[in-house]
């Protein structure tokens, strides 16, 4: 290339394989015009596969655009050497330069500069939209970058492949796999890369893979990029989408085509709204959309049921104040970080919802309606556009989507009849299904995200759009079977009722106050912006008028049961308005109770119950399953209700695992690999969990294979979940009523420095021989005793939650325990609840060949054995003949009851019976 400087610069060469050589290379010309020139250059490989560049350029433009189509080829590349760079500076071009560090020094040693993906993550980098490189002389002027356009016309096949879901080797589907989902990060089949080398090499790599890539490179000065506005931003987005054709073939500016409102309220039914707001059954709705906590279009909804001209004319002026502004940071997204991620999309929305509302009032003069009504039907084809999310891939980030989507769908249906509307309501049917599919695992509906924030985000604007699909006749969601999952998995989750005031959970109860106090289940708090756990959102009580309007009465009950149970306000993830304009008194009946039970949760673990809807109710929540997004490193962990208390809790905003019930390794506490359950089962007497975790993290390693979302790492999926020597098999037994095993039988390498932590939320603790006794704060204690066991270390500390908006009084906070030890071969912890009348339990270890294989229990009427191992071990004792991994016997005044769990056999002689009884359960 010749740049500014004159100078010739660069060299370019083929990369291949030893087998592999170029047999040919054909040049030709395609258009050769006064404005625009297009060369096609071909080469003919010896394995028969083409590698093709069609390079363009264009009069008067400092930049030439590239369009590849390459076969695979491992190992083969382009590249692009501008090694009279080395020692200068390299810049990448990801986000603003408010404070984040974009240049570096191009320095001999091998190192990955850049990414420039399919699709582009701005807060990660060394992703971003654009590289360059300068020389380290300050008589050169020269600043050549190479930059990615029409991201959404790359074609990657084996990467769309790979993003379809967790497949086996086979191809068959495997949703326990921890698998390299590709979220909004690209994909790195496809990408183009920047380096430096020892040599002293600089240079951009392009390496082949099966599909096309779109991209361009620039000859430019470091003055025109120096600043907020740079060439190569202008460069990139004049060659990327939107392009003129396509504002030509938009129909920005033309007349509504519908009576309005018809979204949120529909006209006819204003009257009868009006009226609403002193309805029993709807005043308490009414009286929270005014308390400027409701989400969506509640002030405009409110406005024009009390007909308060200054509230539509504040609501009027800002859409019509947003809409130049709003439409000039989406288009220039990549400049203002979160515009161009769907994030930035989250109010466009209620503005459709509330342009709807406010339009027939008469508030907006022509200019301004005309204005607004162009913003957002510009919005409705930006979020369309897969240059701005390239959605074409799987489904990309599951609640960017379900964002997106929304907006295409709310900006569809609002201008319904509009010359634009029919593609983009054709567009969001046709996605609705593909992302549900993908992101939503067959039996337990297990969302990708972490169940407390993104799942919440993402079934709120899937919910919302779904409701306006049905109810103006355009799609009808209760036909799709995986969405039914999608919902259910949010009751599935749902926490025993816990106390609804924050400073009940922080500073306790007595136990008469808690049985008075107003409870609600919740979304137990796991992951990203948990919290103590969001209440149940409105768009389950409006999927239940759907699914009731369907014939099914029996699952609308089930949304509407976990509505009235889970508190009856969503809060940031409720849509009141909708909830308060179109549902019936008939639908705010009060529902049967939910239907709860002990259930193996298929890609997340398991949840064991007992007691439901009752005062002592039961609940244990295991993650022992995949990776996902925002879950933080929560595997392994546990959070246990006992007596209708929560006793071991999680919550609040930090991942560290350490602020979770589970293991921890090295001193930079890194998690368990992702695991999956292998043995369930569920009776009268037990609940049995099992599963394995096939790796202890090392520092560096992905906590999440989504975290990386390198196709590199599916070999490894595949490896980790057929792993024979896991580094935990972690069981969790419920003796009911009783008390809780938890045991991790250890393989771990020498030196390995070993952590066990419990959150327990409690007043304090007492030491007692083998354990701790924690005062629990709502009348039920916890005894933990670790029978047998010896640990370079213990201590029990106060853990505030870490909250980003703390309340002043402070936090919850828990009792955590931590255990030190240096590859221990198990840790078994006995967990008691003890509520008033309980006594402890006395604990001893079972130990075979020097490994602790058990424990028996005694006191308050039981004598159990408890035996497992993650080998079958054969052990006999005190009348039991045992062969195989798990088993438990429980000698109870009534006569004993044997369970084999897991193994070949268990023979079990009563004292003073006639002889042995065999037992034999296969774990389900």
């Excluded at 939209?129 to 002027?141: H, I, P, Q, V």
């Excluded at 529909?266 to 059954?281: E, G, H, T």
């Excluded at 439409?327 to 919802?353: C, H, K, N, Q």
Aim: charged letters at 25%.
């Amino acid at each position: 290339m010749r740049g500014e400087d004159g100078v010739w610069r660069g060299e370019g060469r083929l990369v291949l394989p030893a087998h592999v050589r170029v047999v040919q290379r054909r040049t030709e010309v395609l258009t050769a015009g006064p404005l625009c020139l297009r060369v096609r250059v071909a080469y003919a490989l010896s394995t028969g596969a083409e590698y093709a560049v069609t390079f363009t350029a264009h009069r008067g433009e400092p930049c030439l655009l590239a369009h590849e189509v390459s076969p695979p080829l491992a190992g083969a590349a382009f590249e692009f050497s501008l090694r009279e760079f080395s020692g200068g500076r390299g810049y990448l071009h990801w986000t603003p330069e408010n404070g984040n560090r974009h240049w570096s020094d191009l320095a001999a040693d091998d190192r990955e500069l850049a990414r420039l993906q399919e699709s582009v993550a701005w807060w990660i980098p060394p992703q971003g939209f654009a590289y360059a490189m300068t020389a380290g002389t300050l008589d050169s002027n020269d600043y050549i970058g190479v930059f990615t356009v029409r991201r959404g016309d790359w074609t990657d096949r084996e990467f769309d492949r790979l993003t379809r879901g967790p497949i086996n080797p086979d191809g068959s589907p495997n949703h326990e796999l921890d698998w390299p989902y590709p979220e909004m990060v690209g994909s790195t089949l496809s990408m183009i890369t920047a380096h430096t080398r020892a040599d002293g090499d600089a240079l951009f790599r392009f390496g082949l893979f099966d599909g096309e890539r779109h991209w361009g490179i620039l000859a430019s000065t470091l003055q025109r990029n120096d600043g907020p506005c740079k060439e190569i931003s202008s460069i990139q987005h004049k060659n990327s989408s939107p392009r003129l054709q396509e504002f030509k073939d938009w129909h920005l500016d033309e007349p509504d085509a519908v009576s309005r409102p018809h979204l949120v309220a529909r006209r006819k039914d204003l009257r009868r709204l009006r009226a609403r707001r002193v309805a029993p059954a709807f005043r308490r709705v009414w009286e929270r959309l005014g308390a400027g906590r409701a989400a969506g279009a509640a002030p405009a909804l409110r406005a024009i049921l009390e007909g308060d001209p200054l509230a539509l004319w504040r609501r009027k002026r800002e859409l019509a104040g947003v809409a130049h502004i709003r439409a000039r940071m989406t288009l220039l997204g990549r400049d203002f970080a979160d515009m161009y991620s769907p994030v930035g999309a989250r109010p466009i929305t209620p503005w459709a919802e509330e342009y709807d509302l406010i339009a027939p009032t008469g508030a907006f003069t022509p200019d301004e309606e005309r204005l607004t009504r162009a913003f957002l039907i510009l919005m409705g084809h930006l979020y369309m556009s897969p240059d701005l999310m390239n959605w074409k891939f799987g489904s990309r980030n599951c609640n960017f989507e379900a964002d997106r989507t929304d907006v295409v769908g709310a900006v569809g249906l609002c201008f319904h009849g509009h010359p634009d509307a029919a593609a983009m309501l054709h567009h969001v049917v046709e996605l609705m299904e593909r992302s549900i599919n993908t992101y939503s695992t067959p039996g337990s509906g297990k969302w990708y995200e972490n169940p407390a924030c993104y799942y919440l985000q993402a079934a709120k604007c899937r919910c919302n759009l779904a409701f306006h699909l049905a109810t103006h006749g355009v799609c009808d969601v209760t036909r799709l079977p995986r969405f039914r999952e999608f919902l259910r998995w949010g009751i599935l989750l749902l926490t025993p009722p816990c106390p609804s005031d924050e400073a009940a959970m922080r500073d306790g109860l007595t136990a008469r106050d808690y049985a008075a106090a107003t409870k609600v289940r919740r979304l137990p708090p796991v992951g990203d912006h948990a919290r103590l756990g969001p209440w149940v959102p409105e768009h389950y009580a409006l999927m239940a008028r759907l699914y009731r309007q369907a014939g099914d009465d029996a699952f609308a009950d089930e949304l509407l049961g976990a509505y009235q149970s889970g508190g009856a306000d969503g809060g940031y993830f409720g849509n009141l308005p909708l909830l308060f304009a179109r549902l019936e008194d008939a639908d705010m009946r009060p529902a049967p109770p939910l239907r709860l039970a002990s259930r193996r949760l298929e890609g997340f673990g398991a949840i064991l119950r007992g007691n439901v809807h009752r005062d002592n109710e039961f609940c244990l929540l295991l993650k022992q399953g995949p990776g996902g997004y925002r879950y933080h490193r929560t595997e392994g962990s546990f959070i246990l209700f006992a007596h209708g208390r929560p006793l071991v809790y999680d919550g609040g905003e930090a991942g560290e695992t350490w602020r979770h019930s589970t293991l921890s390794f090295h001193d930079s506490h890194m998690p368990l690999a992702p695991g999956h359950v292998t043995a369930f089962h569920s009776d009268e007497t037990m609940d049995f969990v099992q599963g394995v975790h096939p790796a202890a993290l090392a520092p560096g390693d992905a906590v999440f294979f989504s975290d990386r979302c390198d196709h590199e790492l599916v070999p490894l999926a595949w490896q980790r979940f057929a792993e024979t020597e896991p580094a935990d098999v972690r069981t969790v037994l419920w003796v009911k009523d009783e008390y809780v095993i938890v045991h991790d039988d250890l393989a771990l390498p020498p030196g390995v420095s070993t952590h066990w932590h419990l959150q327990v939320l409690a007043h304090d603790e007492m030491h007692a021989g083998d354990g701790w006794r924690f005062r629990g704060r709502f009348g039920t204690d916890l005894q933990v005793v670790l029978p047998g066991q010896s640990f370079t270390a213990a201590r029990v500390e106060s853990q505030p939650m870490l909250e980003y908006h703390a309340p002043a009084a402070g936090p919850v906070a828990m009792r955590h325990l931590r255990l030190d030890a240096t590859s221990p071969a198990g840790v078994l912890a006995v967990l008691r609840p003890l509520a008033p009348g309980k006594a402890p339990l006395e604990v001893t270890a079972i130990r075979h060949d020097g490994r602790l294989i058990g424990c028996r229990i005694a006191g308050d009427g039981l004598d159990d054995t408890i035996l497992l191992t993650r080998r079958t071990t054969t052990w006999a004792s005190d009348g039991i003949h045992f062969h195989g991994r798990a088993a438990a016997i429980l000698r109870r005044p009534d006569g004993p009851r044997a369970r084999l769990l897991a193994g070949q056999s268990l023979e079990v002689t009563p004292a003073g019976g006639p002889g042995p009884v065999a037992a034999r359960i296969e774990p389900t």
